[in-house]
């Protein structure tokens, strides 16, 4: 079994291994930068599983920021039929680029 942990970013949970690369939600850090993620949630070295309550203490995922880019347009349409009432609303999302360094 591989070595992995799981990290809570922005209000969401990720299963990361080693040199995976994944799309979190802004973290305000620049392309290139290295950053340590404190709040990790579960960690196993390929044998035994730490599960934390609700983290598990003293561990870090040392990650680098690939690049900070915006997400593909969500569009949110709402009609009222025979009403004449019709909302267009889109949104990007701020996201960032991290590859996992290390654990």
Request: no cysteine.
């Amino acid at each position: 079994m591989e070595a992995y942990a799981v990290i809570e970013t922005g209000g969401k949970q990720y299963l990361v291994q080693k040199g995976s690369v994944l799309d979190i939600e802004l973290i305000g850090a620049k392309d290139g930068d290295k950053v340590t993620l404190s709040k990790v949630l579960a960690i196993s070295d390929g044998q035994e599983l730490k599960i934390g309550t609700p983290a598990v203490d003293g561990a870090e995922v040392k990650v680098s920021v690939v690049k900070n880019f915006r997400g593909k347009k969500i569009v949110a349409f709402k009609k009222k039929r025979r009403k004449g009432y019709k909302r267009k609303v889109g949104h990007r999302q701020e996201l960032t680029r991290i590859k996992v360094e290390s654990f």
